[in-house]
């Protein structure tokens, strides 16, 4: 099967308007007859749905949690960015498509990332109309701020809770619908395999996770919008509940799965405190807008970070990079205190730590405020207080998670940070439609690989999950449904639905069956720290064949052994946790496949074996400027299928940040 | 530390529940109360037991899954933390802790420390909303907004929905949730076309899902992990009662 990404032709900045004046519509009256299933509850799922409900479709939406409100965009804190040059600071359509390219590390598809900057703005005009309350500045307008990667101030956002914003802003506009019929809405299911007929998405087959019953669900589309997958670590900054379950099912019913292996490590995340650990927590990028990143200049310096003077401090990113300083793309900034814990510098008790430092910030801030209130001759301690409240005011939240978790106050000593497993930017692979290879069936949001390339930009994802629910599917998905206005409702008793619950059931069972030992989490945790040391921001060779065997024989294990109390027909989530893990086991593997096949670093990808003598990426644009999309062939088994990579608008160049 | 857990043990929504009470040890004061309960579900599913039921999510204090009763306090001894926020270095060695799921009969039990909040689901979809659909937006500057109506909007907007206002009122009302979404939306300007409906709709729907009334006993705001002001609530009725003397 040959790939085709259905790029409309044309010039790259007419191509999504005029794609959008000639693509096949359906007329309302036919939409009220098509039905649309959409699984996962995030921005993407909730900006779609609603969008699709809006527009006629019978649309029923699919979540694992309680309520569709606590879908994992909802922990995303630093923002959302636009072009809009509200700023006057140089920002345009062209500059933020630049930059996402770029920051993708020349691994994105020009013409998709193009159409994400060109709806970048409508983002913002429909959240603030829903009723987003975003940071504004005393004059009533917008206010924004710098992320990583890029020299202009494009990122819109609401203290630290732009995700819980944008999502109860989606979310919203979804329990509108319902309110008046149009969704309806299963809280509680999880999605165990699509149904395919005639090689179309045609339904899917959901658990109820209260009843623990299987139900079939018809639809002549089925659109996934279900996140990403780095919980396949054990530790990362996701929700305990995110999984790749839907996506993985999708990819045995033959949906390829794109560059699995480009997995985003977030430089700036609360260390491991021990054992115990269940979830990192991310401290948002936004705070790399003021902090300063540094080490002792000294190896195994154990004074408290206070005590260390200026001149025995070094502030490696400002040294490394000095035109970007601290706010260099998450790989980079994740690698370099890589290297400096590795070779010795590393600080607090366990020594895999850098520090996140506010004090010259709350100086300056203090300065400023000081000036504004004209105090001449303001003491240290004057300016020190007037500079903590600024502070508070920009990431107060974020300060008193820190201080939770930790106990340690950061407006008095540094953060303690490191980098920690965040984003995919792999997924299923789909087309300039938004359509996997399984006609039918969409991917949107994190769960596609389309937007960010091998490195995803800070305030983005959230960029990327409201375009593609409120802006991209409205239109793409017509292209496929005015083919399908003649297709009545497929009753849910064809063999197909039959056949798929029967292999769900199956699974359950055998899942019940083993009777092992050890519990979900035991094998969760093994498999966690196989992929973090040898899949994870480093990786060779030698270390992913190695991998690729302690994952299999992990895998056999839990098959064997793993103990999962209660039945199958009540409410039991250690039996949604193992039917999640036995997915990821089967994931990890082809990360492990995909990260061995891609001999080049770029992003988040980084091989040992290719680096600069600076010890930066080293792509090879003349072997690797393609896009791996992986077939399922059975277990264990993938074929590979590139979709080369052209770039017509962009040349392609080293990434420097220097 | 060494603890002892009374914990609430209830099948499913049908059967009765009781305390169970379990001894733990060799928890660290950095864990987290849930990472304490992994703690325990690990070794009760070792020895062959039935692992407690909670609901959790994020972790991270802003999905508003996770919602436990500890001592007789919706998220337990701190302030504005939730129960996923809350770190073993909050209790002592040797103390006994009694852990409830949120109690309300409009939040039935689901098994354990779960609970059914569909109904809070169920206001918002009645009128927590600004109708406006997808692509009718004017540009986003078109309305300015002055700082201290947004910063308000914001503060009432950073509700999680988790119910702890519930599990604390005497007579479960949901009259901070359900405020703080009108008090966000009726404060500004894109909120007005539908500022009295929406009251309407939302207090009846609130009525209807059998929440008691509110009698102004402030242990909402005060058990809120967002701390959010009972100011909301003030809003709510203000424009509820306009709403009512003016309609028709």
């Known amino acids: ?658 | 530390m060494k603890l002892k857990l009374k914990v609430w043990r209830q099948q499913n929504s049908q059967s009765e529940g009781g305390f169970q009470t379990y001894d733990v040890d060799d928890i660290s004061p950095d864990m987290s109360f849930l990472e304490m309960f992994d703690v325990l579900n690990e070794r009760l599913i070792n020895e062959g037991g039935d692992p407690i039921a909670f609901d959790h999510d994020c972790r991270e204090g802003i999905c508003g899954m996770c919602s436990m009763y500890i001592n007789g306090r919706p998220h337990g001894p701190n302030r504005g933390v939730t129960t996923c926020q809350l770190h073993m270095r909050s209790f002592h060695d040797g103390e006994s802790i009694v852990v409830e799921p949120w109690r309300a009969s409009s939040f039935p039990v689901v098994k354990d420390l779960v609970v059914d909040r569909s109904a809070f689901d169920r206001i918002i979809a009645a009128g927590g909303f600004i109708s406006v659909n997808t692509g009718n937006a004017q540009d986003a500057n078109s309305i300015p907004i002055g700082k201290d109506i947004a910063d308000s909007s914001f503060e009432a907007a950073a509700c999680i929905g988790c119910g702890a206002c519930v599990a604390a009122c005497p007579n479960s009302s949901a009259a901070l949730f359900t405020s703080a979404k009108i008090s966000q939306l009726n404060q500004l300007p894109q909120g007005q076309p539908e500022r009295y409906r929406r009251t309407l709709d939302m207090v009846h729907q609130m009525d209807k899902e059998g929440f008691g009334g509110c009698s102004n006993t402030g242990a909402c705001e005060y058990e809120c992990p967002k701390e959010i002001s009972i100011e909301n609530i003030a809003r709510m009725n203000r424009d509820y009662i306009k709403a009512s003397l003016c309609k028709d």
């Open chain 1, 1 to 658: 099967m040959s790939l085709d990404a259905k790029i409309p032709p044309g010039e790259l900045s007419k191509k999504w308007s005029d794609y959008k004046s000639k693509v096949h519509l359906v007329n309302p009256a036919n939409r009220r007859s098509i039905e649309v299933i959409v699984v996962g509850s995030g921005l993407a799922g909730s900006s779609a749905a609603a969008t699709l409900a809006e527009m006629g479709y019978k649309v029923k939406v699919f979540c694992f949690q309680d309520s569709p409100r606590r879908a994992h965009s909802i922990a995303a804190q630093g923002g959302i960015n636009a072009a809009k040059n509200y700023q006057n600071d140089g920002d345009s359509v062209y500059r933020l498509f630049y930059d996402t390219v770029k920051g993708g590390d020349y691994r994105s598809r020009e013409a998709n990332v193009h159409r994400l900057a060109e709806v970048s703005g409508n983002i913002i005009d429909q959240c603030v109309a829903q009723g987003v309350p975003f940071a504004r500045e005393y004059g009533g307008l917008l206010s924004n701020r710098s992320f990583g990667g890029v020299q202009v101030q494009r990122t819109f956002y609401a203290a630290g809770q732009t995700g819980q914003q944008l999502l109860l802003g989606a979310y919203s506009a979804l329990e509108r619908q319902i309110g008046m019929g149009k969704i309806k809405m299963y809280s509680r299911h999880e999605m165990l395999d699509v149904v395919t007929i005639d090689g179309k998405a045609r339904g899917i087959i959901a658990r109820n996770l209260i009843t623990g019953e299987l139900e079939r669900h018809f639809g002549h589309a089925v659109v996934l919008c279900t996140g990403g997958y780095g919980n396949v670590f054990y530790l990362s900054t996701n929700a305990m509940g995110s999984n790749v379950t839907a996506a993985w099912k999708a990819h045995k019913k033959g949906a390829f799965f794109g560059n699995p292996c480009y997995t985003q490590i977030h430089p700036t995340c609360i260390p491991v405190s021990g054992d115990h650990q269940s979830k990192l927590t991310l401290m948002s990028e936004s705070l790399r807008n003021d902090g300063r990143i540094w080490v002792p200049k000294k190896k195994d310096d154990n004074r408290p970070a206070n005590q260390i003077p200026e001149d025995e401090r070094d502030y490696y990113l400002e040294r490394r990079y000095p035109a970007f300083g601290n706010l260099v793309p998450r790989d980079v900034a994740s690698r370099a205190a890589k290297e400096r814990c590795d070779e010795g510098y590393g600080v607090g008790a366990s020594k895999m730590a850098v520090y996140l430092d506010f004090a010259s910030a709350i100086k300056r801030y203090g300065k400023i405020e000081a000036n504004k209130h004209h105090l001449d001759n303001p003491t240290e301690a004057e300016v020190i207080t007037l500079g903590k409240e600024i502070i508070k005011e920009k990431y107060g939240n974020l300060f008193d998670m820190y201080k939770q978790i930790t106990g340690e106050d950061p407006y008095e000593v540094p953060m303690r940070i490191y980098p920690a497993v965040h984003y995919t930017m792999g997924g299923l692979w789909v087309d300039y439609n938004l359509m996997t290879t399984v006609p039918g069936m969409y991917a949107l949001g994190e769960c596609n690989f389309s937007d960010h390339g091998a490195n995803r930009l800070g305030a983005s994802a959230l960029m990327q999950g409201l375009a593609d629910g409120y802006f991209v599917i409205p239109y793409t998905i017509g292209d496929y449904l005015s083919g399908e206005i003649r297709t009545p409702a497929i009753p849910t008793d064809h063999q197909a639905f039959v056949d798929a619950e029967n292999s769900v059931r199956e699974r359950i069972e055998k899942l019940m069956n083993v009777k092992g030992k050890h519990s979900v989490d035991h094998f969760h945790k093994k498999l966690g720290k196989v992929m973090w040391n040898k899949c994870g921001m480093a990786r060779n060779a030698q270390g992913l064949k190695e991998a690729i065997e302690e994952v299999q024989q992990i895998r056999e294990e839990f098959w064997k052994d793993v103990r999962i109390p209660g039945s199958a027909d009540e409410f039991n989530p250690e039996l949604e946790k193992a039917g999640r893990l036995a997915d990821f086991l089967e994931l990890a593997e082809l990360m492990c496949i995909d990260a061995l096949d891609r001999n080049e670093s770029c992003g988040g990808h980084f091989r040992e074996e290719y680096q600069t003598e600076e010890g930066e990426a080293l792509r090879d644009d003349e072997n690797f400027a393609f896009v791996s999309a992986w077939e399922f062939k059975g277990d264990g088994n993938f074929e590979l299928h590139k979709e080369p990579l052209v770039y017509e608008n962009i040349k392609i160049a080293q990434r420097s940040y220097k």
